[in-house]
């Protein structure tokens, strides 16, 4: 179990803030994947994956990165700080 | 040094008193106000950010900034939630023994709080709700530190 956590238009497309997941992924693409093959709203959310930027455990991280070990993992548009 | 993420107001001069203390010859400050760029229509700023997060990306862009340049002092104030046009969102100051490092510094954290810490802007208008995208010179501003 990983807890999965979305933030901005990411968040309203998936339709919710956090959730647990259970996962047999080894990396974060491979979780998205996962993800995609489960319902159309993380096919609208993960349709362009030039615009998803990934956190583990709030580290950034790039979607080859293995899962080994994390808690939670984030997943949000490019940041607008500032 | 500090780094405070949060929903209030802040005041600049309070802020300020004391920062840098004795040794700093220059502060430089910056702040962000929150700006109607669409003919007066923008109602608000909403601004989310990565609770969990926030606070830990901002120490690390600071300590950053603080390894490359020789800082007295060095503060980042974040806002988050719903701003009305012309409200701060933010502000950053550093203060140095001369005016170089100060700003160099200052353009730094700005650069890097863009499109290295974890908020994200809508905007709200008349229209409706629209998320602020980040801009491809957000990302190459980066490239020059």
Redesign the interface.
């Known amino acids: 179990m990983i807890d999965v956590?979305y933030?901005?238009?990411v968040r309203e497309r998936v339709g919710l803030p956090k959730e647990q997941v259970e996962t047999s992924a080894t990396t974060v693409a491979g979780l998205i994947e996962e993800l995609r093959a489960r319902e159309e709203r993380y096919q609208l959310a993960f349709s362009d994956m030039s615009a998803i930027r990934v956190?583990l455990d709030?580290?950034?991280v790039d979607v080859d990165a293995p899962l080994a070990g994390a808690r939670?993992v984030?997943f949000?548009?490019?940041?607008?700080?500032? | 040094m500090s780094v405070r993420v949060q929903a209030e107001d802040f005041d600049m001069a309070h802020e300020l008193a004391g920062f840098g203390g004795s040794s700093a010859g220059a502060i430089v400050t910056f702040t962000g106000i929150v700006r109607d760029t669409k003919a007066a229509d923008l109602q608000a700023m909403e601004i989310e950010h990565y609770p969990a997060m926030t606070q830990s990306a901002l120490e690390a862009i600071e300590a950053d900034a603080r390894r490359r340049w020789s800082l007295d002092d060095c503060l980042i104030v974040h806002r988050f939630g719903r701003l009305r046009p012309a409200e701060r969102i933010m502000m950053v100051a550093t203060a140095s023994a001369h005016r170089a490092d100060a700003f160099a510094a200052a353009e730094f954290l700005m650069d890097y709080l863009k499109s290295r810490a974890p908020f994200w802007k809508k905007e709200i208008t008349r229209d409706g709700e629209v998320w602020v995208e980040s801009k491809a010179a957000d990302e190459t501003a980066l490239e020059r530190w």
């Open positions: 956590v933030f901005a238009w956190a709030q580290t950034l939670e984030a949000f548009p490019p940041m607008t700080g500032g």
